[in-house]
């Protein structure tokens, strides 16, 4: 870890000035350095204007800086072409662009789209309301308690009906890191398309769309150091050329009369209105600040933190570890304490300052095969620290006492 300076990280994001922090809930979202906090900044304070629309330099310098974002994002998935990069809100908007433009449009009844029960909700709801109005049928891939996707029907469960499979590539409760290139490839069996849901994996992992060869994927700016209100549609741009819009309104069509319109070019065809400047600046600052200390080295620190906290999590009594049995996995521990209502234990580790979460985490399903309605999950990023898993861990067997008291 010689290379990585987690003291040096830290200073970079002014809500550790609160030394009593603890945050340990990066999988919902992550916290900001200051470098994105001022590139957004810089922008409303030295540049601000609408993008696309004014020949004035203000505008000009916006849109070159809203531009040079989205060829950040290319790059940090080694897409080819910037074209293939739709900015949205966020991951769940990403998945319902897809949801209405290509799903709606292009299923009928019979045909069907195959998913996991890892996913989070916001790749399950879509894609049944897509089932309920056209007929599809939604099926899938089951799980093993131990976390993992049970992978050993995939080629019963993929019929030549099969036109869409929608993949989490990290899952948000187990930390189970799915073998996402071998469902592409049995996907492409069938000819059905392939999206990956990355909103997890991205914040750390070399996620490059040529390699996979995957015609959708989608992430959130949030869970990676960049603003909220900003997320990616990757899609190969031939088909994202095939699709319909998904919203109409300004910057998104060529020509408009009273009586029709025509399009605009991809990706500004999904982008209608005015975007979200500030935001899509504040992802390319963050892409900046994860390149500059090097996707490889925030993986490896945050496996080594993953470890520690595994071995020191198994040694309390009566603590339940979901996942992390088998297979490859990243820092999301989900975990509930024998005795204690994982929204009280919450409460009784945020008494001193350890932010964790608690529920259901977007993912009833799983709950469901667990057994459970709800855990605590901690998950760590490149800012966390052994001390803070040693302060989780010491605040585990208080309350796991305290608890016993009663
Ligand atoms: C795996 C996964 N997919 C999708 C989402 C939804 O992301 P967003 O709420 O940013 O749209 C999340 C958020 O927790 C997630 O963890």
């Known amino acids: 870890m010689s290379k990585f300076d987690v003291n040096k990280i830290r200073s970079d994001f002014p809500v550790f000035t609160d030394k009593s922090l603890v945050y340990l809930d990066s999988a919902a979202t992550t916290q900001k350095p200051k470098q994105v906090i001022d590139a957004v900044s810089d922008f409303y304070s030295n540049y601000y204007a609408n993008v696309h629309r004014g020949i004035y330099e203000l505008s000009m310098?916006?849109?070159?800086?809203?531009?040079?974002?989205?060829?950040?994002?290319?790059?940090?998935?080694?897409?080819?072409?910037?074209?293939?990069?739709?900015?949205?809100?966020?991951?769940?908007?990403?998945?319902?662009?897809?949801?209405?433009?290509?799903?709606?449009?292009?299923?009928?009844?019979?045909?069907?789209?195959?998913?996991?029960?890892m996913e989070h909700h916001s790749n399950i709801v879509p894609w049944q309301l897509v089932a309920k109005e056209t007929g599809v049928i939604l099926k899938y891939i089951p799980i093993n308690t131990n976390g993992t996707l049970d992978l050993s029907n995939i080629d019963e469960l993929l019929t030549n009906k099969t036109k869409l499979v929608s993949v989490i590539h990290q899952s948000n409760v187990f930390g189970t890191i799915n073998p996402i290139k071998k469902i592409i490839t049995h996907a492409k069996r069938v000819n059905a398309l392939t999206f990956i849901d990355a909103a997890q994996s991205i914040t750390h992992s070399q996620v490059d769309v040529q390699d996979l060869d995957c015609d959708f994927l989608a992430f959130s700016g949030h869970k990676m150091l960049g603003p909220t209100g900003i997320g990616v549609l990757y899609g190969k741009p031939e088909l994202l050329d095939s699709m319909t819009p998904f919203m109409g309104g300004g910057d998104m069509i060529n020509s408009v009369t009273m009586t029709k319109s025509t399009w605009n070019d991809i990706p500004y065809k999904f982008e209608a209105g005015t975007p979200n400047i500030a935001q899509a600046i504040g992802l390319g600052a963050a892409i900046d600040y994860i390149n500059e200390i090097g996707i490889s080295n925030i993986h490896k620190y945050i496996q080594h933190l993953l470890n520690i906290a595994l071995e020191k999590l198994r040694a309390i009594d009566k603590l339940t570890i979901y996942g992390h049995q088998v297979?490859?996995?990243?820092?999301?521990?989900?975990?509930?304490?024998?005795?204690?209502?994982?929204?009280?234990?919450?409460?009784?580790?945020?008494?001193?300052?350890?932010?964790?979460?608690?529920?259901h985490h977007c993912a009833q399903p799983i709950m469901d095969k667990l057994g459970v309605s709800s855990t605590i999950r901690a998950s760590f990023y490149l800012y966390n620290t052994e001390k803070e898993i040693d302060k989780l861990c010491a605040n585990l067997i208080k309350t796991a006492k305290f608890f016993k008291g009663l």
């Open 327 to 359: 297979g490859e996995s990243s820092s999301v521990i989900s975990f509930n304490l024998e005795g204690v209502h994982p929204h009280d234990l919450a409460q009784f580790l945020d008494q001193d300052g350890i932010a964790v979460r608690a529920g």
């Open 61 to 117: 310098k916006a849109t070159e800086a809203y531009h040079s974002a989205r060829q950040k994002v290319a790059n940090f998935i080694n897409s080819s072409d910037w074209r293939s990069i739709v900015f949205t809100g966020g991951t769940t908007e990403s998945i319902n662009l897809v949801a209405y433009s290509w799903a709606r449009k292009n299923l009928k009844t019979g045909d069907e789209i195959l998913i996991t029960e």
